[in-house]
């Protein structure tokens, strides 16, 4: 049966008031770029990835692709940081990482959660490469620093974490140490049980009038207590 003509309305209203990805992207980037005080520091690992391309360009503490404001590397060494910014995980784009020289006591788990493209991170010694030793292929010290460079990827069977995924789905990286299982069209819903095309429009369509409905109830109230006044 065909899905009603109306539900369009509702997942217009959505794209209309929903920021878009590249808006929310920039955004991130920045608050993060501005977390740290000062420029990149040129001997740092960032910066030295930063001006192996002609493409890449600095911005703040970040090393940003071209105009795209996609974060690829942050420098955020001397900051005298005790923790990560909160808005740290949003640039999970970032190649290139260094959080050496700060009196950093330990990182929250999950804090590299969705870090799947990160290479080279720089820490203080005192504190070990996220997902232990065997999700770095190469682990240094150099001085007081640590460096973990080449993250392997935790389904590609040496981990196991493939043989946790159910029937129906896929492995997949989710950072260092880190993996989910994704499901494999035809399979969708919890634990990938259930067969068959997932019912996007009826789902959305659904949200979005629900919440038009909410937005309107919300504009009556509002209307009716101005005009109490």
Not at 34 to 60: I, K
Not at 82 to 89: D, Y
């Given at each position: 049966?065909?899905?009603?003509?109306?539900?369009?309305?509702?997942?217009?209203?959505?794209?209309?008031?929903?920021?878009?990805?590249?808006?929310?992207?920039?955004?991130?980037?920045?608050?993060?770029?501005?977390?740290?005080?000062?420029?990149?520091?040129?001997?740092?690992?960032?910066?030295?990835?930063?001006?192996?391309?002609?493409?890449?360009?600095?911005?703040?503490?970040?090393?940003?692709?071209?105009?795209?404001?996609?974060?690829?590397?942050l420098?955020?060494?001397?900051?005298?940081l005790?923790?990560?910014?909160?808005?740290?995980?949003?640039?999970?784009?970032?190649?290139?990482?260094?959080?050496?020289?700060?009196?950093?006591?330990?990182?929250?788990?999950?804090?590299?959660?969705?870090?799947?493209?990160?290479?080279?991170?720089?820490?203080?010694?005192?504190?070990?490469?996220?997902?232990?030793?065997?999700?770095?292929?190469?682990?240094?010290?150099?001085?007081?620093?640590?460096?973990?460079?080449?993250?392997?990827?935790?389904?590609?069977?040496?981990?196991?974490?493939?043989?946790?995924?159910?029937?129906?789905?896929?492995?997949?990286?989710?950072?260092?140490?880190?993996?989910?299982?994704l499901?494999?069209?035809?399979?969708?819903?919890?634990?990938?049980?259930?067969?068959?095309?997932?019912?996007?429009?009826?789902?959305?369509?659904?949200?979005?009038?629900?919440?038009?409905?909410?937005?309107?109830?919300?504009?009556?109230?509002?209307?009716?207590?101005?005009k109490t006044?």
């Open positions: 049966m065909a899905a009603p003509s109306w539900l369009w309305v509702p997942q217009l209203f959505l794209c209309l008031m929903v920021p878009s990805a590249a808006a929310l992207q920039v955004e991130a980037s920045e608050q993060v770029c501005g977390c740290c005080a000062g420029p990149m520091r040129n001997e740092s690992v960032a910066a030295v990835f930063c001006g192996s391309r002609w493409d890449r360009v600095r911005r703040g503490r970040c090393c940003l692709e071209g105009d795209q404001k996609i974060v690829l590397g420098d955020f060494g001397n900051c005298s005790h923790r990560l910014c909160s808005s740290f995980q949003e640039v999970s784009t970032a190649f290139v990482i260094d959080l050496t020289d700060n009196p950093l006591e330990s990182l929250p788990e999950g804090s590299f959660q969705g870090f799947t493209q990160l290479q080279t991170l720089a820490l203080p010694l005192k504190l070990d490469c996220p997902g232990g030793s065997e999700v770095w292929k190469n682990i240094t010290i150099q001085g007081n620093n640590r460096l973990c460079q080449d993250q392997r990827n935790p389904c590609n069977g040496s981990g196991g974490f493939d043989s946790l995924c159910p029937e129906g789905s896929l492995c997949t990286s989710d950072g260092p140490g880190l993996s989910q299982c499901c494999v069209d035809p399979y969708h819903g919890y634990k990938c049980l259930r067969q068959g095309n997932f019912p996007y429009l009826l789902f959305f369509g659904t949200l979005g009038a629900i919440t038009t409905i909410l937005s309107a109830l919300l504009w009556i109230t509002q209307r009716r207590k101005a006044f």
